[in-house]
């Protein structure tokens, strides 16, 4: 049975008439013609009742014509994948995402990518502090989107480009805040328990220390930010976390910012989307690239505008 024939098969059903199949088709009616019954002869049945002006199909016509239809979507489906390859398209493309940055930079870029590369499998990794950047050192993930520090970007080896801010608040429950007294620095937050992401890489180089952790500092440990926002709203400690990831909790009332008057806990950080600047990047990982560029000039144009 050739996927011609029941391509000939559809048009034919779809348009009534041999003539106006042949027409869809370019080909002659005696072509179209041919080609039913070749597939009547396979079949061993007709597939049509040829009785009024316009074809229809016998109860076995029908079932042939049902299932040739899956049969001509799986096939053009395995010609588009085809093609994606022939392209030199990845199968697969990796990006890393530490979980501080905003999922709203990154959310426009997918959707774009999934309508052009739709053939092309996308692997998000989540990872924290150090994570993002091993994951691209090591081949792991062509590019990453995370936080970080232009100079050690530059040191690295990096390509980078600036694609968001993000603003990191101390925060706590209420009930926990109200247990605290009155503190004046960190170091009389010692006593508490403060939440701690773990690091999902291997911490060398500058994250070969806990940023943010005094000596003496009784510690829990979790591996994503989401459990660590759900151990503070109980009121089991306190911890740093993005603005974007509790903007509704502190609206709410269920986290409170921790404000020291004589100690500056809060700070900004700059999120990059950064990849390896002597890796050969492939079409689509380029494509991803190019999205960010454009997508950071734009950023940069407006607040141009708005200064």
Not at 95 to 101: H, P, Q, T
Not at 183 to 200: E, F, M, N, V
């Amino acid at each position: 049975m050739k996927l011609d024939h029941l391509k000939v098969l559809r048009a034919v059903v779809e348009t009534g008439t041999v003539k106006l199949a042949a027409e869809t088709l370019n080909r002659t009616q005696p072509a179209i013609s041919q080609a039913l019954k070749a597939l009547e002869f396979q079949t061993g049945t007709e597939l049509f009742d040829r009785s009024g002006y316009r074809l229809e199909l016998t109860p076995v016509g029908r079932r042939v014509y049902l299932q040739s239809l899956r049969v001509l979507s799986e096939a053009d489906d395995l010609a588009h994948l085809i093609k994606h390859f022939e392209k030199g398209q990845e199968e697969t493309i990796t990006i890393a995402v530490d979980a501080a940055a905003n999922p709203d930079v990154l959310t426009p870029v997918l959707l774009d990518l999934q309508s052009r590369f739709p053939d092309t499998r996308v692997i998000l990794r989540a990872e924290v502090l150090s994570g993002a950047i091993e994951a691209v050192q090591t081949g792991t993930a062509a590019l990453a989107v995370a936080p970080a520090i232009q100079v050690m970007l530059e040191e690295e080896g990096f390509d980078y480009i600036p694609v968001d801010r993000s603003f990191m608040r101390n925060v706590a429950a209420p009930s926990l805040i109200g247990a605290m007294g009155a503190p004046a620095t960190l170091a009389d937050l010692r006593g508490l328990h403060q939440i701690i992401a773990r690091d999902s890489g291997q911490a060398t180089g500058l994250f070969d220390r806990e940023l943010g952790v005094q000596k003496g500092q009784r510690r829990w440990y979790v591996s994503d930010l989401h459990m660590k926002k759900q151990l503070l709203a109980t009121g089991l400690g306190w911890g740093r976390l993005p603005e974007h990831l509790i903007a509704d909790e502190l609206a709410k009332g269920i986290l409170q910012e921790i404000k020291l008057p004589n100690t500056h806990l809060s700070f900004d950080i700059e999120v990059f989307a950064f990849r390896m600047r002597k890796s050969s990047s492939g079409p689509v990982a380029s494509y991803v690239w190019n999205t960010f560029e454009a997508a950071s000039m734009s950023l940069e144009a407006r607040e141009r505008a708005g200064s």
